[in-house]
């Protein structure tokens, strides 16, 4: 609205209009206002509030407007950035139920190996998402609401702080504290990759809470982070135990573990050491020498791309032989049931909220030619079904007839 505004402002300061018709010049500085109040100021929309007050300013003092190559030039990077860097919209899931959502402070005795205090203790912030009744009109809560973890993102890339502070302004469909549907629900911990905040696997969680499949993710040296999961089930349970919003909701007889790169990594030792974990799914990582040597004895998923996608994307060949290997050794020697699931043309960055931060996440490379909305539907489908069917004990046709015929799936 404020870059159409600063657009109108223009064309009728420098057009031959009516007297009159100038007064439309004001809208620029009203719609500048107005987005502030709205949305809050953020960066990519900068060069549209400058616009505005140079555009309101040539109104004010009716003269003739200067420099109208530069304005214009200015209009162009305005409507520019805020499309590079959008505040996006979280497609609403497809489950009957809404989402609420809890974050928790929680300190375990085990000293803290990541930080620079050797007296430290393992912290974490874990935040809960779980199924809620519906309520169209209660405000949602933000994507991201620490700007310095989107500074911390943006400094993994190489890229300057401000790169990202616009996922701030990212609303999604969960409710802060929202009463809980009634039942006991299965539990899924989510363990995050290399960039490391809980919130980057957004699209795939809400969808698995509005199927009702609760979900908790630790935020956080893969056999550290590993026991953080035993950590978590425990006070998960002392939740279900007496939590104002949670108690009576949790079923952790029904608990499994899901994560992507880093965390599919830490996932596939957890689940080799936590008995309480019934499935498991792995995405697009390796596994640690200690789980290919001892193997994974309960249901599992790997949710990945073949040897030549991985290479396309610029792996090399040691490391997509550690990743190709590792996944199809532990497959082949699993006890119970196993699926390697290949989504066609996907890079690394597909199976995270990533493509949806910028159009530019393709064209640099961190995205694949399988797009923003097939990859997201191909990870809801399997994710939803391998654990309907190994923790609901319901029906996943996706497991039996790929929901996408590009999709290659090998099972046992």
Not at 106 to 114: G, N
Not at 181 to 205: D, K, Y
Not at 208 to 231: E, K, N, T
Not at 269 to 292: F, G, K, N, S
Request: hydrophobic share 50%; proline share 9%.
């Amino acid at each position: 609205m404020l870059v159409a505004a600063d657009l109108v402002a223009f064309l009728v300061l420098v057009a031959p209009v009516p007297r009159p018709a100038r007064h439309a010049a004001a809208l620029a500085a009203s719609a500048a206002v107005a987005q502030v109040l709205a949305e809050g100021a953020r960066w990519p929309m900068a060069p549209a509030y400058a616009l505005a007050a140079v555009l309101t300013a040539a109104w004010l003092w009716r003269g003739a407007l200067r420099g109208r190559w530069a304005i214009a030039a200015g209009l162009a990077v305005a409507v520019a950035l805020p499309l590079v860097l959008p505040v996006f919209r979280f497609p609403r899931p497809s489950g009957p139920y809404g989402i609420g959502t809890l974050t928790y402070h929680w300190t375990d005795d085990r000293p803290e190996l990541l930080g620079p205090d050797p007296a430290a203790r393992r912290e974490l912030m874990v935040q809960i998402w779980y199924p809620a009744r519906p309520d169209p009109s209660a405000p949602r809560v933000r994507y991201v609401e620490d700007p310095a973890v989107l500074a911390a993102v943006a400094g993994l890339g190489g890229t300057p702080e401000l790169t990202f502070q616009h996922l701030r302004h990212v609303t999604t469909n969960a409710v802060a504290a929202a009463p809980a549907v009634p039942g006991r629900h299965p539990v899924l911990l989510f363990l995050e990759g290399a960039l490391g905040f809980r919130q980057m696997n957004t699209f795939q969680v809400e969808e698995l809470v509005s199927q009702l499949h609760g979900r908790a993710f630790p935020d956080g040296m893969i056999p550290h982070l590993a026991r953080d999961v035993p950590f978590v089930l425990d006070r998960l349970a002392a939740l279900d135990r007496s939590d104002r919003v949670l108690a009576g909701r949790l079923d952790l007889g029904r608990a499994g573990a899901f994560g992507v790169s880093l965390g599919g990594i830490v996932t596939g030792q957890a689940c080799r050491l936590e008995p309480r974990l019934r499935a498991c799914l792995i995405m697009d990582a390796a596994l640690t020498a200690d789980v290919v040597r001892s193997g994974l004895d309960r249901p599992t998923l790997w949710l990945t791309r073949d040897a030549a996608t991985m290479r396309r994307e610029g792996w090399d060949d040691a490391e997509v032989a550690q990743h190709q290997d590792t996944m199809r050794a532990v497959h082949d020697r699993l006890p119970s049931a196993g699926y390697l699931v290949f989504v066609p043309d996907a890079y690394h960055g597909d199976f995270t909220d990533v493509p949806a931060w910028s159009p530019l996440v393709r064209l640099l490379g961190f995205a694949g030619p399988v797009g923003a909305d097939r990859a997201r539907a191909v990870v809801n489908a399997y994710t939803l079904g391998f654990f309907d069917r190994h923790l609901k004990g319901v029906p996943a046709p996706a497991l039996d007839t790929p929901p996408d015929p590009g999709v290659r799936v090998e099972s046992r």
